[in-house]
């Protein structure tokens, strides 16, 4: 038997109100094409790169995976001369359901930590599904890793520090490169930040049940970004790790993990699982609950008190990260 969900924390139900003739939580199939029209993926990409001029912003072609077209890379440092260290990367990996979005999505997050830990951000575009089913995302995020590490130089970057992160769909194809990276010898990850992540296709948690309706994500439009992606084959047995990273047996020799989420929304119960499963095997990873947040409500709401002091935390554990 369902529970009743948790209640949404008042300042975000209020924000959550404002939104809802905008965003539906259940996302189907037939409604992808208008969604990626529509007001609010333009909205969070029509963004001030610069940060008031802070950053030197690039738009970078460089190679996919073999056989596959270029992939576009956003790279932001900062105008002024580094140091005599080159700055941390941070790889940023956008959300949008596997379906929505481009490598100028969510980024506004990740060039805030930039700007206050002197980073550098290269954010990576990706084939969506469903016209690009797996593994064109994940094989695409690898390849932009690879030239971003081999690179690294050419923007100040020090590829001995690089941070993945993303949100949402970002934050599962940030896990599950984490993963490929470890089992291929890839470039090395001092880090993974990992938003609301999207980690296990099989949809059948009690949260996702509870949230059914609710929100801005729930099990109908998490079934619509898992079918985009895997078909047929999504919920079966044989999935892919590296499609859903909560399929993975080991997860030993991963780098240090951040991972949030609200208590209110779909994904709460697979992240508070990956987390689990990392000290399981005597990994490192810091979780954050956030009581009453709905799926991605620190991006909807940011002027609201739990999405600052969800930022606060997100930054607090980066600074301790790059400070090692």
């Keep these: 038997m369902t529970q009743a969900p948790p209640p949404f924390d008042p300042e975000l139900a209020a924000a959550l109100e404002l939104i809802k003739d905008v965003i539906s939580p259940g996302l189907t199939m037939d409604e992808i094409a208008d969604v990626r029209q529509g007001a609010g993926i333009q909205m969070l990409a029509d963004l001030d790169l610069t940060v008031d001029g802070f950053f030197e912003v690039e738009d970078r072609a460089v190679p996919g995976p073999e056989g596959a077209p270029e992939i576009s890379l956003l790279i932001c440092r900062p105008a002024a001369p580094a140091g005599a260290e080159s700055r941390p990367v941070i790889y940023h990996v956008h959300g949008g359901g596997l379906i929505l979005g481009n490598n100028r999505v969510g980024v506004d997050v990740a060039l805030a930590w930039a700007k206050e830990l002197d980073a550098v951000v290269v954010s990576v ?3 969506l599904a469903p016209e690009h089913p797996y593994p064109a995302q994940i094989e695409d995020v690898y390849a932009g890793l ?26 599962g194809l940030s896990a599950a490169l984490a993963l490929l990276t470890r089992d291929r010898g890839g470039p090395e990850l001092i880090g993974q930040v990992l938003l609301c992540p999207m980690l296990d296709d099989r949809n059948d948690t009690p949260s996702s049940h509870q949230m059914a309706g609710l929100g801005v994500w729930d099990r109908t439009a998490n079934e619509t970004g898992w079918t985009a992606l895997l078909g047929e084959r999504w919920g079966r047995p044989d999935v892919p790790a590296y499609a859903a990273p909560a399929r993975a047996g080991d997860l030993s020799g991963l780098p ?33 609950v956030w009581p009453g947040g709905f799926h991605g409500f620190d991006g909807f709401a940011p002027q609201a008190a739990l999405s600052q002091v969800c930022r606060a935390a997100q930054l607090a554990w980066l600074r301790r990260l790059l400070s090692q």
């Design 125 to 127: 575009e990706y084939r």
């Design 256 to 288: 240090p993990a951040f991972l949030d989420v609200g208590s209110a929304e779909t994904f709460r119960d697979e992240v508070v699982a990956y987390a689990s499963r990392i000290w399981q095997v005597g990994g490192v990873a810091e979780l954050h």
């Design 146 to 171: 690879e030239w971003t590490a081999k690179h690294a130089g050419e923007f100040g970057g020090d590829p001995q520090r690089i941070v993945v992160a993303g949100a949402s769909a970002g934050g």
